[in-house]
Every structure is written in C-alpha cells, then in structure tokens.
C-alpha cells in the first residue's frame, strides 16, 4: 500500500514536471521571437540620426496605455482566479475572475484594433519604412499570441467547473497562467520601449 503511495506520489510530481518543462521551452521559443524584434528595433533606433526617424510623430500614447491597463488588470484577476481555484473555491466563486480575465483579454484586443485604426488614420502604415513595419510587426505578432492565450483561457471554463481539482487540471491552470503573464510581461516592454521612450 505504501509503495503504492510512492509510485502514485512519483507519477504526480512526474507529470507536473513534464508539464512545466513544455511551457518553459514554448516561452523560451516565445521569447526568443520577441528578443529578435527588440534587437532588430532596438539596432535600427541607435542607428537613426533622429527619433522619430523621418521627421514622423511619435505615436500617441492614449490607445498603447488603455491596452497596458486591460492587460495589467487581466493577469491581476488571473491571479485572484487561480488563488481561488487551487484554494478549494467554489465555480461560482473562481467562475467570475476568469471571466473577468477573459473580458478584460478581449478589452486589450479591442484597443489594439483602436491603435492600429488611429496609426491609419494618421497615414502610419506597414509598408512606409522600417519604423512603422516594426511597430506594425511587435503589435500584431503579439496581438496574434494574445487570440491563441484567450483561447486557453475559454479552454479553461469547463476545465474549472468540475469539482475536485485534478493533476491535469492544475496543469492547465498553471500553464495557461504562465503564458498569460508571459503576453503581459512582453506587452509591458514593448509598451516602454516602442511608445514611451
């Protein structure tokens, strides 16, 4: 009975193990994307003679700063969903703040459809030269991470309706937590390099 124990024991922590290693190397592959934008765009704005390049306006900063408090407040109401969730909550009580994060996830996009709208409107295209196709190219391949990461978050209602928290379960809950954080993370950066400084 005992050995028993151990070998459900081991099985558990082997699970959580393999689990954490797989969302680690697609952060890291993730993260690894990103860091080749940020040197590509951190090279070309040390190279230009003046910046904004081109005699171009910097972009405004009221959509970026609507996106970074929907994202901001979103990873906050993960966080108390994830508490509560692991802490034994009932659905009615965790149900809330994923839907929260996800309200709040589709918020950020909505901002982001705004900015890129608002870039148009002042004839900030992709294709008018390397400044713009950069910040054409953080925003939409970050954008693109957010619809797969809000996806995970909808995979995660049936998930959390069920009333004993299993070893998937809390995998999944961990892992999806991860990679919303992650977006977070690299929004916050790009948001201070790309629109602030």
């Not at 009333?163 to 995998?171: P, Q």
Request: glycine share 6%.
């Amino acid at each position: 009975m005992e050995r028993t124990a151990i070998l459900h024991s081991d099985s558990i922590e082997g699970k959580r193990l393999v689990s954490s290693i797989a969302m680690i190397v697609v952060l890291v592959s993730f993260s690894m994307l990103f860091a080749s934008l940020f040197l590509g765009y951190s090279y070309f704005r040390i190279t230009s003679p003046v910046w904004p390049p081109m005699g171009m306006e910097k972009v405004d900063l009221f959509f970026p700063t609507l996106s970074t408090f929907a994202i901001v407040l979103s990873s906050m109401t993960f966080m108390v969903f994830k508490a509560k969730y692991f802490g034994g909550g009932a659905v009615n009580k965790t149900m809330p703040w994923l839907v929260a994060t996800i309200i709040l996830g589709a918020g950020f996009m909505y901002t982001q459809f705004s900015l890129w709208a608002d870039l148009k409107s002042r004839g900030f295209y992709a294709s008018s030269g390397v400044f713009q196709s950069l910040v054409y190219s953080f925003t939409w391949i970050h954008a693109a991470h957010i619809v797969i990461a809000l996806l995970t978050l909808l995979y995660l209602i049936p998930v959390t309706m069920n009333k004993e928290c299993t070893i998937s379960e809390e995998n999944k809950v961990n892992n999806v937590g991860k990679f919303w954080h992650f977006l977070d993370v690299v929004w916050l950066l790009m948001y201070f390099i790309i629109f602030v400084i």
